[in-house]
Each structure stands twice: as C-alpha cells, then as structure tokens.
C-alpha cells in the first residue's frame, strides 16, 4: 500500500473528513499522488489512520464529486486520470511552494491612483472634537426609519428584484424633483434626475462621462477635497480659482490664459470649507461666462439646506438661496446633491439632475457601473419626502444647528477676541476660522490635543497647502456644553 | 408707481405670496426691474393687486432675504444695487427665452458609451415566462429579513455613520472570507475583500484599474454580455475564446497570436449562458497558462452555489467544485462573487478577492468611487451569515432549483424528443437550450408568445450572434405546473 503520508489532527477545529480531503487534494495537485494511481480503501485507509470509516468515506466522496478520484466498479478508488501528469509535474502547486506573484499592470487610472497622495487626516478622537462632515446624528429620527422599513420591506415582495429603471426609482425621482423645485428653485423634471451613491458617486459618473486627461477643470481654492482628488485621479488638469466673501471669485475665471475648460466646479451654497454663500450677482456672472465659454458648470449644493443669520427675527422666512441651476437657461448647470447630511452618511443616496442630452448616457453609465440603489431604502425615502418628513427634519435640524452655532461663534469671541476670525458662519454645519498664533498648524492641533480638543487643519483643502492657521470647526455633533467647553478649554491652550 | 404688470392667479395651487416672488424675480432677472429701481411699498401693491398685504410682505421677504431685494431705512424697498445692469442686458433670462443648450463634449469613456449599441432584450411578460437571472424571490425568507433590519437599525446608531473602513465592515469580511474558505476553497483572508456594489461594481473597479483602451481581455463565447459591456466600455480589445461541455477550452487560448493579454475573464462554476462547468484538468491548465504568460485571470464565481446531478444519491455532499482561486499559488486569481442570486438583487452587495499587493489602490478606488455600501445592510448581512441563514437558504433553494431543473429538463425531452438539446443542466439556475426549428430565432419568441410563452434568446450573449436556435430559459421562478404546461404549450407553438 502506498503510504499516503497523512496526519491528522484530532485537536484541530477542522473535522477529520475535512483534514483528510485537504491532505489528498494537496498530494494530487502536488504530484505526490499520481492520475491513475489506486489508493487505499476506505476500511484500510481508516485503520491506518486510526478514523471511523466514515470519516474516510466523507472525504474520499468530496474527492469524487469534485473529479480528483474515481471509482472503477470492481477494483477500487483511483486518482482521476484526466490530470495530466505533466502538467501537474511543471507546476507543483503544493501550498509550501513559495508563491510568485505575477506582476499587476494597471491602467493609468491605476497608476494615478497609486502616486496619488492619499492619507486621510487622522481621525481625532479626543474628549470634544470638532469635526466636520457630520450631522448630529443622535438627532436623526431612528424610530420612524425604522418603522418605514419595517413596512416596506413587507409590503410585497416586488422591492427584492432589480428595478426596472435604470435612473431610479420613479416615485422617488418625482418627490425629489417635487422638493428640488420648491426649496432650490431648481428646474427639473423627475426625468432630468439619475439617483447615485452619494455625490462621490455623481462626480465619478461625470469625470467619466466628460473628462479626458488633459481636460481642464477649474475649481475652487480652497475647495473640496475628495472631489479634487475624482478630478486627478481622472486625469484632469485643475485651475484653482481664488474664493472670498462671495464665494467663486468669478472675474479670476475671466483672466485665465485662453485655454478650454470642460467644467467649472463649485459649491454655492455653503462654499467648502470657507463657508462664504456665492453672491446672486456672481451667480448671474458665472452664468453668462459659461455662455460665453461654452463651458459645463458642476454645481455641488452642498449643505443648501442650512442658511442662517440673515434675517434672525423671521427664520422661517430665511429660504436658501435660489440654485445656479435655477437661473440657467442654457442648461450649463449640472446640479448634484445628496441626502447623507440631512439624513445621515451611511444612507448613500444622492442624486444628479443633467441637462436633458446628457440622461441617457449618465444612467447609461450607472447602470454599467453598479446597476442600481438598493431598491428598499429607495422605497422609505420616497415615503419620508412625500409624507413631509424630511423637510420637517431639516426644519428641526436647521434651528438646532443654528443655536449651536451662536453658542460656537459667541465663545470664540469671548475666548479668543480678535485672536480669531470667523468665516462662513451664515451656512452649513461647520464653520473656518483663522487663529492668530505664532505656531504652525500641526502645533496648534498639537496643543489643543494637549487640552483634549480635536482640530481639523484646512490645509489639505489648499491646492498650496501651507500653514494659516485655518482650522475647519464643526459643530454639529456636540452639544452646548462641550462646544462651551471645548472653545475654553482651546483657548487656554493656545494661550502663550 | 411703476407698472409691475403682475398678474396673481387665485385659481392656481401656488399661494399667491409665492406666485408674486416668481414674477417679482423675474422681472428683476429680465432687467424689466433695473438694480436700484424703487418698488412700491407692500401697501400699495397689496391694494392694486387687491391681495392681503401679508401675501406682498412674505413674497418681499423672501426677495429680501435672497438678495434681489433690499431696504433702505426710511426710504423705501429698491432693487439691489449688486446686480450690475450690463449683466442683466446683455444676458436676460426670462424664462421666456428661447433655450440655447450648450454642447456637451464627451469623454472617450462618454463616446465610447454613446456608441455602444445598448438595447436590452425586451423585457418578457407573459402568462408564463423563462427568464433567466431571477431568483425564487417568494421563497426569499423576507420575515426574517426584517427582523434583522428592525433589530439592527435600533440597536445603536454608530451604523448612520461612514464606516471607518474602506473594505467594508469588517466583521462581515470575516463571515465571507470564512464562507469562501469552507464553501468555495478560497484562500482568503479578510483582508484580501472589498465589498462591492454587486459583480457589476466589482468588474468595473477592475477595469479601471488595471485596463487602458486597446488592452487585450480574453472573454468566453458566448460570454455574459453585460461583463463584454463593461469591457468595451473601457476600450479593451476582447479575444472571443470558444467553450464547450468543459467550459472554456483552453488550448484555444495557447493558440492565439502571440500578443499580450492583460486578463482572461472566465465563469468556471456555472459557464454563462451554456451552463459548463469548468473541469478540473482546464482549471489547472489555465493556470498553468496564466503564469507563463504573465496574465491575471478575473473568475467570475457566478451561481457557484448550485450545482446537480453529479451523484444523485448523496445530494448533500455534492459540493461545488472549488474555485480556480484556490488552485492557484502566484496570486494570478482576482476573485469575485455577488449575494443577489442566492438573497436577491436588489440588495447590491457583491466583493472581491484579490492578490494582496492590488487591496489598497481596489479600496481607494472603491472609496474614490463611492465611499461604501449602506452599513445597515452590511450589519444585517453579517448576522445572516453568522447565525447560518446563508448556508441553510442555499441549501434549501438547491433543493427546490433541483426539482424544478428535473421538471424541466423532463418537460423537455417528452415534448420535444430529439428536437431540443440541453446544455448546462448541471448547474446554476437557468438551462440552455438549442432547438431544431425551421425558424430563425426571432420568429420563434414570436410564436411562442403566441402560445403565452416568453422565451430569451442566447444570441446577444454570443461574440458574433448568429441564429442558433439556442435559449436560456430561466425556471427558478416558475412553479412546477408552470414549468410543464409552458414546456408543452410551446411545444404545439413550434410545431409546424
């Protein structure tokens, strides 16, 4: 009898029948057992190894279903001999064969994305931390999600099978078109809109459909930087455009070399980082300059839904103002959003709406891409916009927001004085500051996690970064106390 | 007083406050209102308008907070100043306008995309339907889906969040990797996984990283044209690679005229559409293959779970062949598979395995491309794995496709004798057929829709598609007595 050369371990966490199967799938792959050569029976193998026959059986009968044995009636159980043996001699693949990896080629997407410099900030996790990019959640109305997708998910079963239609959802397409129309004064047919993963997922679907290397695209300085980031890794070639109070600053785009951009990308609503609102009158400009370029405007509206400060006795009446998109008329504006700061980030809905040539191709694209959302929050979310939920939710989130920011702009005062400016704090859910220090930025998050506060630079945002002392706050997920506290306790440590 | 010349309709569903700041706001964008212009005070136009002079104030306040509007104390309501006349003449929107879109200049991706004939098959409805591709969603444990969904959404709210990790949620990592590992013979540790938006994700992360226009993807055909579309979408120059009852034949790949290949893409367990299943021998000879011609090989681990009829008597122990992933030892596999079979498709979570050195730039691709799959349902899949849910619905709808498959392919031969072929029943969930008409494979879906039939032809799956007389019919979610009477009724419909 051939001597199998078998262990098995009756200490492993492996079954016996499942070692056995390992053991003589590694000696045929490696050669040890050769095509046609006979093996052991079953009661004779058990016995040598010391195993119930059953045992033996288990695993011999995987051998067979899975073709590395066979069985010839009448005379035994033989390695299968349809494994030529050469093959299996010039290439041994016993798993203690060291492994050679073949070597990748990547395209020269791959190859950007690989000398692209990609650290994260580090996440800060200290006692406060002001960070941006995150709602309060523990505000987010769980129990009614819930209830909503408890509900659907028992309504029928219909929800389970891919969706017909490649943009999203219909129903879901007209509340959000519905809302768009109301709140931002955006002009769009349900038709217009393509539903994304998120507004990560919408500037990727345009990048692809627009943009070859080489192509220009002016962005905002400081501006956005995971969307800086879609644009080189697809190659683009970028032009940093200045921003002030009133946002973009339009005539910079006007004095740029003669040279063709494909897309002009800007945040107006709530410029990130620096928070400044893009006046109605640079609106008007940017508009006629896109005309007169033939140029795309990628309109990100970003955290539109919280405006505050301008009229504090009648917040009610302090709409947001009007979109790009609103005041076109030569449909240059493609207009992103997403819900993940209103509801929350892990939801990964958001939406395009594109002029009306470019649909067919960007769901086109989407569907190749990924296919579709899931098809049951797709579902709650139409009923959380048509039952009125989430404009009552951005209404409660708007006045929460609103107070913690008084309290966060009214200790910087107090703490800081004139050691501190303020930007951008009409909008969104963070707010930029300049600190007058006489140290770097690294230093100054250094000591403020001296004295437990978490600091995020806004340098990375910087197409130069260098150190201003710009700091990006949020303060959407603390309370009163810890901003209170942790504008304090900054303070302190960054006293000299 | 100046003639606004507005006209308020009591009839329409705007409220008139809102009727009256569209008109308002168009007047002063079409230059028909002049920056610094006075307008009447809401008295007055309350009174020519005959509306209550909240109606005017709440429509100014809006106008006022927007911008277009502003108050000089003890003097009156005028037209901002900001707006600069000349912008306004020299590019009046009015709605009226006649739009004037501008063009849009498309990337190669976008023209590439524009050019690709995308037709899908027409969607079949009719009394009963072979399609392929659908699950038995009736038999989808949806109850207990739901519990999941409630248990987790409130069991803390760290899951609204952004996950932490690019991969995917870790624990559910884990619970694949050990699934692939046991069920599949992956070699996988979780750190090799990213998680994707379905298979459709994954072969697009693929594409872009490693694949530039011209590249060279060698493709089964027939192949699964929705993969072949992704790879034209790219610009990839396929290689067609015939297959037969064994899959993929290759020594037609040694064949080919010595030029670089980047990838070959292949689905071993379950040949899309003809249903072979690639044999042990060609598994490792392909590997052989890709090692020496330095080229990385995509399987595509398609309706690996079910697999029939190898020894009919023992059912249980028939398990999949494992995959061409764990034969391999030079890290040549990129490895991927998809829940939207075997749960169902719209829940979008597919993964990848792949060769270590390629994990980070897959992640930061993935992360780039849309940050990540909705943590909720990463949370409940997780707990579906765990707790066995998985492994016992497979079980389960293995059993159930089983019989459905024995009724058909009996269906098959009892109506039609030697006029039909079946190819693939060995697996998967749909079978291919050839049938020996007179017809061409148009006039034969039509004639069988008019016998209430729907059928779907393989033609578009094949690299030049010619009339065959080849089907795939999908039976998973049909019941027994549909399976036979659609069988025979389609039988009449192609006699002659």
């Known amino acids: 009898m051939i001597d199998l050369a078998i262990t098995l371990d009756s200490q492993s966490s492996l079954p016996l029948h499942q070692q056995l199967y390992e053991e003589l799938r590694r000696a045929i792959l490696s050669g040890r057992l050769l095509p046609r050569q006979k093996i052991p029976s079953t009661r004779s193998l058990a016995q040598s190894l010391q195993v119930s026959r059953t045992t033996v059986t288990q695993g011999y009968d995987r051998l067979l279903s899975e073709g590395y044995l066979e069985t010839i009636v009448g005379s035994g159980t033989y ?46 996790d200290l006692p406060i931390s ?62 217009q809109i393509i539903l994304t993963n998120g507004t990560q997922q919408a500037l990727d679907l345009i990048m692809r459909l627009m943009i070859n290397p080489g192509d220009g695209i002016a962005i905002e300085d400081p501006g956005y930087l995971s969307a800086r980031r879609v644009f080189l890794s697809y190659g683009a070639e970028l032009c940093p455009i200045p921003v002030d109070e009133s946002g973009l600053v339009v005539e910079k785009l006007a004095q740029l070399p003669d040279r063709s951009l494909r897309l002009v990308y800007v945040t107006p609503s709530h410029q990130f980082p620096t928070g400044s609102i893009l006046s109605l009158t640079r609106r008007l400009e940017l508009l006629v300059w896109a005309e007169q370029h033939r140029c795309l405007i990628l309109e990100d509206d970003y955290d539109s839904e919280y405006r505050y400060g301008v009229r504090e006795a009648s917040l009610k009446e302090n709409r947001p103002i009007p979109s790009l998109q609103g005041l076109d008329r030569n449909h240059s504006v493609i207009y992103m959003g997403t819900f993940s700061k209103v509801l929350f980030p892990s ?29 049951l929050e797709q579902h709650v979310l139409t009923e959380f916009i048509a039952a009125g939920h989430l404009e009552s939710h951005i209404r409660k989130m708007r006045s929460h927001y609103d107070q913690l920011r008084q309290i966060l702009v009214h ?19 963070h707010v930029m500051v300049q600190f007058h220090t006489p140290w770097c930025d690294a230093e100054v998050i250094e000591r403020a996690a001296q004295v437990g506060v978490g600091l995020m630079s806004a340098q990375p945002h910087y197409y130069y970064p260098d150190d201003r002392g710009e700091f990006i706050l949020g303060y959407a997920d603390l309370d009163a106390a810890q901003i209170t506290t942790g504008i304090k306790r900054l303070a302190q440590g960054l006293s000299q």
């Open 79 to 124: 390695v299968c001999a349809q494994l030529p043996d050469d093959l299996l001699h010039s290439a041994p693949i016993d798993p203690a064969t060291t492994i050679n990896p073949l070597p990748i080629h990547l395209s020269d997407y791959g190859e950007r994305l690989r000398q692209m410099p990609f650290s994260l900030q580090p996440s800060i």
């Open 130 to 191: 002001f960070r941006y990019g995150q709602p309060a959640l523990q505000q987010f109305p769980i129990a009614l999600w819930r209830k909503l997708l408890s509900r659907y998910c028992l309504n029928n079963t219909a929800w389970l099978d891919y969706a017909i239609d490649w943009q999203g959802y219909p129903p879901l397409r007209d509340a959000i078109a519905n809302y768009l129309t109301r709140s931002r004064a955006v002009q769009c047919d349900p038709q």
């Open 347 to 375: 939801l990964r809905m958001g939406y395009l709406v594109v002029p009306p040539s470019l649909v067919p191709l960007v769901a086109q694209a989407k569907w190749l891409g990924d296919r579709q959302l899931p098809t």
């Open 411 to 429: 200790a910087l005062k107090t703490h800081f004085g004139d050691r501190v400016r303020v930007f951008g704090e009409k909008a969104g859910i």
